[in-house]
């Protein structure tokens, strides 16, 4: 009871702490930024130049854009809402503003007291290679100390080749180094070692659950919506946690404030359109982007045919698959310093299998989605403090409908329906915080609320026979409702010429019943610049996971069960250190290189034989806990300026699992574990009118469980290796993920051909996915041959498969 107490009285004191810090300094500051006596930060000859970058031709705000000043070598860079301070001495300031693409803005500041200027960048033209000068917003990523981190601006990868001709910004993603895909085709990220849980998939500042259409194959981000996408592996910041590996940072685009633009696109499997202006102009703006599958309008009629006139030998089937989804944000500016910013995605995805027999007649039915709606108001509260309050809704939902009834004589006598539901939901309050006190710092410092309910599994199965009332029988998890706390505080810290720091702490407090799971997270990034092209980079971070994603062996359905930790199921945690070499090469080139070791602890797997269709009191009787380790060293040569741009992308790595219930406790390969992974990623204009993309891709094979043997299910006393099954002819596995398939490599092409048409820009693109037709498998499986000997054989999904897309910007 004392240790109780103890443990509430040091959370609140934690608690209390940061929330007096959050709540008093901002205000002090700010109170006496106006005040002659008021600088005890910085020199009182120093002055501070703030305000927001944006892209001239909309007045789209731009992040990550570069200031910087090359005679004191001081500079800074915007935050995810384009807004910018930076205070120097007070004199004459040379200043360069910068965003990759865009022409550089040069400005002279005679700075003898606080200013704000709003610059406007224009988008540049493409330069020739002889020409090529590295950009300052490149080259200040090799000096500042952060790591680790992928950012990918979607208009420079229009050309590269995508699946059915659907431009997928988590397939880019699966290019990257040290990311790789799951099962053939699929959108899954499993990063440095972790599973599809351990991402954090942020949309506008909000979790997405679910982030996949079509059992996987494409992810749920329409393309045409998305301004920047930046992907963290390590070296986190402060402000970022709730998952072990990776943050995926996704923004969507604000609405031009100058002129109605839009994009209607028509593929292979969809059609998409998105529309963008002004409601007042330079005032408020609007985007609204929608996409959705024609699969079941073009196949469901052509399978259903004709009706059978004889009821006594009808036999009619049909399968249909849709997807859609819907993003709709508004940008309201009340002045240069409040805005307001409203968002709201929806899509759904829904398999059908529909029959209608002379016997029986129902149907199979699988479907999921997400929902997220976020309104958003960001202040600028002085030159040198600017604050986001931000209030948002995720649900992700899962459900599946099994109806059948039976018919005798042309009359129904039973019908049955087994229906089985999942759901999690999260409400959330948050405050964020930039505090600029001089050119030398830059902190960062948070509070966040949610309200978390989780719905695990809820079965019902109704049983109604001819003229009788209907037996429902429901079953399943209760209902939980967690609340969770969290609290950060971080500075970006430049000690001089040579050494910058990132070090912060993340404080997170996650309230089950009868338990309470506090984590202290520590956080550092250092970078130590060896010349004015090299750094040398090194990082350690603490991440917690108080949610858990329960993944079935085999495909990636969305049957996966997200469940919260409990009082017998402890948090994820994940402590990863990182070391790295960075450099600016010659001709618009950048190396770097990076070492990492990782390992992870709580983590949940599926005891043998157990999945969420297994019959059982709770979830928390069919999984076992372990620990996984991931060990890696990876290289990315990259190119983002002149007409050939792209990327080289090589990883070497090993991962384990360890569980004592499985693999008789024994460290076994991860499924995804890959000791090689290289993509080639290559793009190259040869006018505005045409252009080509390229992706090649070599993998070690997957490791996968399969039993070498058959026998009759043994008795309870054997427990040497694992039996998959229960009764009868089982399968013998000697050690789980014992076989490895095949390496698998694949080539992409793709053609764009762009043409300037009264209503604006069409572009036909048109390509191959697989080129050369390797057949990589997608599962494997053990059949009995003509003479009776088993053998083992493979399925591939994806051979070569043509794709094209029509599209026009208006």
């Known amino acids: ?31 006496k930024h106006d005040s002659k006596a008021s600088h005890s930060v910085v020199s009182q000859n120093n002055h501070t130049i703030s305000g927001y970058i944006y892209e001239a031709s909309s007045k789209e705000s731009l992040i990550g854009a570069s200031i910087y000043n090359q005679e004191t070598q001081q500079g800074t860079s915007t935050n995810i809402y384009g807004f910018y301070s930076l205070s120097l001495p007070e004199g004459q300031q040379n200043l360069q ?121 494409l992810s749920t981000f329409n393309g045409d919506a998305i301004k920047n996408v930046e ?104 002045s240069d310093k409040n805005r307001l910013y409203l968002s709201f995605y929806g899509g759904d995805d829904e398999f059908k299998d529909e029959w209608d027999r002379y016997y029986s007649q129902g149907q199979f039915n699988i479907g999921w989605g997400n929902k997220i709606a976020a309104i958003r108001w960001n202040q600028q509260l002085s030159p040198k403090l600017f604050g986001n309050t931000t209030l948002s809704y995720t649900q992700y939902n899962y459900r599946s409908i099994n109806e059948n009834s ?28 930039d505090f600029v006190p001089s050119s030398k710092h830059y902190i960062k410092t948070g509070l966040s609320f949610t309200s978390h309910n989780f719905t695990p599994t809820v079965n019902t199965l109704s049983i109604q026979e001819a003229s009788e009332n209907p037996v429902i029988v429901a079953n399943g998890d209760n209902s939980l409702n967690v609340p969770s706390l969290s609290a950060y505080i971080e500075d970006d810290l430049s000690l001089n010429q040579h050494i910058s720091i990132n070090g912060g702490i993340r404080f997170a407090l996650f309230l089950p019943e009868e338990t309470n799971y506090l984590s202290i997270q520590p956080r550092l990034s250092v970078a130590y610049k060896l010349s004015s092209a090299a750094s040398l980079k090194a990082s350690i971070s603490k991440m917690t996971q108080f949610v858990h994603l329960l993944t079935s062996p085999g495909l990636g359905l969305p049957t996966d069960l997200w469940v919260p930790s409990t009082n017998s199921i402890k948090p994820e945690n994940a402590w990863q250190a990182a070391l790295g070499y960075h450099q600016q090469l010659a001709d618009g080139f950048y190396l770097n290189i990076e070492g990492f070791a990782k390992q992870m602890d709580n983590l949940l797997e599926y005891k043998t034989g157990f999945s969420v269709f297994s019959n059982s009191e ?104 694992d039996y998959l099954g229960g009764t009868g002819l089982v399968s013998y596995l000697p050690q789980k993920n014992n076989l490895r398939a095949p390496a698998y490599h694949r080539l992409d092409l793709s053609i764009n051909l762009h043409k300037e048409v009264k209503l604006g820009q069409r572009t036909w693109s048109l390509g191959f996915y697989n080129a050369y037709n390797r057949l990589n498998p997608f599962l494997f499986f053990i059949e009995n041959n003509e003479e009776g000997d088993l053998q083992l054989k493979k399925l591939s999904i994806l051979p070569i498969i043509p794709f094209f897309s029509y599209s026009i910007d208006f």
């Open 1 to 31: 009871m004392v240790e109780q107490r103890n443990r509430s009285n040091t959370i609140s004191f934690i608690l209390s702490s940061l929330l007096i810090l959050w709540v008093f300094t901002p205000w002090s500051v700010s109170a």
């Open 97 to 217: 503003y910068s965003y990759l693409g865009y022409n550089n803005v040069d400005t002279l500041i005679n700075l003898v007291k606080n200013v704000e200027i709003n610059i406007y960048l224009e988008e540049g033209m493409q330069l020739e290679e002889v020409t090529i000068v590295a950009s300052d917003d490149q080259s200040r990523f090799i000096h500042d100390s952060k790591m680790s981190t992928n950012t990918i601006d979607l208009a420079s990868i229009k050309s590269l080749p995508a699946l059915l001709g659907e431009r997928d910004v988590l397939k880019i993603l699966q290019l990257m180094p040290g990311v790789q895909s799951g099962t053939e085709g699929s959108s899954g990220l499993y990063v440095r070692g972790g599973g599809p849980d351990q991402n954090l998939v942020l949309l506008d500042g909000v979790p997405v659950y679910n982030a996949n259409h079509l059992f996987g194959f």
């Open 231 to 334: 992907l963290t592996k390590g070296g986190y910041p402060a402000r970022y946690g709730e998952r072990l590996s990776s943050i995926i940072d996704i923004r969507m685009k604000e609405g031009n404030m100058k002129a109605l633009k839009g994009n209607l696109s028509l593929g292979l499997v969809s059609g998409k359109f998105s529309l963008e202006g002004p409601i007042v102009k330079d005032k408020t703006s609007f985007i609204i982007s929608a996409r959705r599958t024609w699969l079941d309008l073009l196949t469901t009629p052509i399978q259903k045919g004709p009706r059978n006139p004889d009821p006594t030998t009808k036999d009619v089937s049909a399968i249909s698959y849709n997807f859609y989804d819907v993003n709709l944000k508004i940008n309201h500016k009340f």
């Open 406 to 433: 039976l018919i005798e004589n042309l009359e129904v006598q039973e019908q049955q329906s087994f229906e089985t539901t999942s759901q999690i939901k999260d409400l959330t309050a948050r405050y964020d915080l």
């Open 618 to 721: 709770s979830w928390e009787d069919k999984v076992t806990i372990g620990t996984g380790k991931s060990v890696g060293t990876e290289i990315l040569l990259e190119k983002k300026t002149g007409k050939t741009t792209g990327w080289i992308g090589y990883t070497l790595s090993s991962t384990t699992r360890q569980f004592d219930e499985l693999n008789k406790g024994n460290p076994f390969p991860y499924k995804y574990d890959r000791r090689h992974d290289l993509s080639l990623t290559l793009m190259h204009s040869f006018s505005d009118r045409f252009d080509i993309g390229a992706v090649w891709i070599y993998g070690t094979g997957h490791a996968y469980s399969l039993g070498t043997t058959r026998y009759l299910a043994p008795s309870s006393g054997q427990a040497d290796g």
